[in-house]
């Protein structure tokens, strides 16, 4: 076989396992741009914490976010205002993660988010602060699945509570590779 033949020999078997992994991508996340409101997401609404609002707006190309208008108390802690999801698919320990998601905001310096087990420790797949700015940034996330978890042991959780502004999420995707 000569060189040539070597090299698209190796070409093509090389964009077939490009491309078997692309499409082994599955996003875990139900929901992620909001079409069907808050469906899916738990976001406290009970309790003693009353100083915050949602909003689902429409931002165009199909796509729609959720808006939180917060006014931070001095006693809150960051996780009390959260917005999270369970994760209703099992995964294996090691599985490569990547976390993405879409957010701007004003008068809120950062967030947190992690994916993490349901129970304490709390043990994070993926954890992160995120910078917030007032233009649309795309946020991406990688990590490994830290143990063994079954369908509903684990979830995505975003901590806002760190100061009194807006805060708008969008775009949410959970993937495996």
Do not use: H
Request: charged share 30%; proline share 3%.
């Amino acid at each position: 076989m000569n060189l040539t033949k070597k090299m698209k020999a190796v070409a093509t078997a090389l964009s077939i396992t490009v491309a078997s992994f692309a499409v082994g991508a599955e996003d875990l996340i139900k929901n992620g741009n909001f079409a069907d409101g808050t469906n899916s997401w738990s976001i406290p609404g009970d309790g003693k914490w009353k100083n915050f609002k949602t909003e689902i707006v429409d931002i165009g190309d199909g796509f729609k976010s959720i808006k939180f208008k917060i006014e931070k108390k001095e006693e809150m802690k960051p996780w009390a205002l959260n917005m999270r999801q369970f994760i209703a698919k099992p995964v294996k320990k090691g599985t490569p993660l990547v976390l993405s998601f879409k957010i701007k905001g004003t008068g809120i310096e950062k967030i947190f988010c992690a994916v993490e087990e349901n129970k304490a420790p709390y043990i994070q797949s993926i954890k992160s602060d995120i910078k917030i700015i007032t233009d649309w940034q795309t946020i991406k996330l990688e990590g490994v699945a830290a143990d063994d978890y079954e369908a509903g042991a684990w979830k995505i959780a975003f901590n806002l509570a760190y100061g009194t502004g807006e805060i708008e999420l969008s775009d949410i995707k959970l993937e495996t590779k």
